[in-house]
């Protein structure tokens, strides 16, 4: 039986319980877990996805975006040969 | 009792370092495919983050507010959450169409694409068996709503994210959803 977790508990918590899981032992994964059955249906407290979400950008931080790498690109796939149509998808 | 493995998923992550982490040693991996990838078969049906391979154009809504079909696009990237395969409520995913460059990709843009510092762009490295003669590049601006069935019935998953691509796929959607668009620069 998988035992109720209340929709405030911390999300990485509720997806860790031990009857659910297994941990992953493939070195790649070894932070991961794999869960044994549907996630569950409880939203996550918005506290803990702004908190992953700000450690995301934080990270990519690393890589600050460069906006003349992107007009080089777009101007490259511009370039390239095109497939298909543009077609009206209703009828007049 | 063990219940039989329905689904794969990555904990939350919250700790900056470790991401950062993470995404340096993807970008700066001297074998990017190798490094990219994992098996398709780790996992539930569909994951953020896989490469769907169906053919469809892209629907739009143009310049003059007409709803169009533009083009043809055999690759797609799954960017829609993988929670929302398991969830009765959640109809639909979010796909971007793959835009391919002819290979040989020229010096400069190779290095703008290996970069990951594209705001607007993502980067897919060839995966085993894929077609060498192009390069694939994920466009965020045209995120398309596909109905879940077609994941598992008209599309076939070609490849796999792996867990340090994943986690650089995630944070670039963060910047591209997140970016700063220069007004205060």
């Excluded at chain 1, 109720?4 to 297994?22: K, T």
């Excluded at chain 2, 919250?14 to 995404?23: K, Q, S, V």
């Excluded at chain 2, 705001?119 to 192009?134: I, L, N, Q, T």
Aim: proline residues 9%.
């Amino acid at each position: 039986m998988i035992p109720y977790v209340p929709a405030y508990a911390d999300v990485a918590v509720s997806y860790r319980l031990p009857a659910q899981i297994e941990q992953v032992q493939d070195p790649k994964l070894r932070q991961s877990s794999v869960l044994l059955g549907k996630p569950p249906a409880s939203p996550q407290p918005i506290s803990a996805l702004m908190e992953s979400a700000a450690a995301y950008v934080r990270a990519i931080a690393v890589l600050p975006a460069d906006p003349e790498a992107d007009r080089r690109i777009e101007e490259l796939i511009s370039a390239q040969p095109r497939r298909g149509t543009r077609r009206p998808l209703r009828r007049k | 009792m063990i219940v039989p493995l329905q689904t794969e998923r990555w904990p939350p992550v919250y700790d900056a370092e470790d991401l950062n982490r993470t995404i340096r040693q993807i970008v700066e991996a001297p074998d990017l495919s190798a490094a990219f990838f994992d098996s398709v078969t780790r996992g539930g049906a569909v994951c953020q983050g896989d490469i769907l391979r169906f053919t469809s154009p892209v629907p739009l809504i143009d310049e003059i507010g007409e709803a169009v079909a533009d083009g043809e696009v055999d690759f797609w990237l799954v960017i829609g959450n993988t929670c929302d395969f398991y969830r009765d409520d959640a109809k639909w995913t979010q796909v971007v169409p793959l835009d391919t460059i002819a290979q040989p990709v020229p010096e400069q843009a190779m290095r703008d694409l290996r970069s990951y510092r594209l705001a607007r762009r993502f980067y897919v490295p060839s995966w085993p068996g894929a077609d060498e003669k192009v390069a694939l590049v994920a466009d965020f601006l045209r995120p398309v709503a596909m109905h879940k069935a077609t994941a598992t019935t008209k599309a076939r998953v070609v490849a796999r994210l792996s867990r340090s691509a994943w986690v650089l796929l995630h944070s670039a959607l963060i910047r591209f959803l997140a970016r700063d668009d220069g007004r205060f620069a």
